[in-house]
């Protein structure tokens, strides 16, 4: 399963980077806007800055919600970097910009579904990725990984090559349940990373090894 990151700092992109386990970064206009990074010039600087720190596969979003206007801002987002893959809404005009984007050779990930027929349809029109946001179904009260295990039986059934990009993660639980029942990719905060990382016993054991290699010395 890869790992991207969900943020637009900087130093937090850094840090997964560092740990040898990240695969690309998503971000969008709230996380931008966290970060205090406002005005299309210093968004697109932004989009820089993090291409230059990972690998590939840095998710920019259009703004726009109409077939035109998401194209004009798709084309100037993949003209940034090669390492840009375009996000676009969950939308009827959003799926026509998916299947053009996606012959003319540019990445895409139909971001917002909720619902299995919404990733067919993504898949359909060819999306490299699509975005189930399994924690903001949980946060009302619906099951998020269901929907992971129903757009993975979906899509092995017909031998689709979109990838499940499990969204809005939670905790460390959400990517360890994601990676079992078949999500392609997990994009998750660095904290929820980060705990991965963390066992009671593994921290006891180290504290142990490290009192015990006292006296070898």
Known sequence: MKFF???????????????????????????????????????????????????????????????????????????????????VPMIADGLKLIKTLTGMGIRTNCTLIFSPGQALLAAKAGATYVSPFLGRLDDICQDGLNLIQEIREIFDNYDFHTEILAASIRSPLHITYCAKIGADVVTSPLDSILRLLKHPLTDNGLAQFIKDSEGLK
């Open 5 to 87: 990151i969900d943020t637009a700092n900087l130093q937090h992109i850094k840090t997964a980077q560092d740990l040898g386990i990240l695969d690309g970064v998503t971000t969008n206009p709230s996380l931008m806007a966290k970060e205090g990074i406002t005005g299309a010039a210093a968004v697109k600087a932004h989009y820089k800055a993090i291409c230059d720190i990972v690998e590939d596969k840095v998710s920019a979003e259009v703004l726009s919600t109409t077939y035109d206007e998401m194209l004009a801002e798709a084309k100037e987002l993949a003209a940034l970097d090669p390492k840009i893959v375009v996000k």
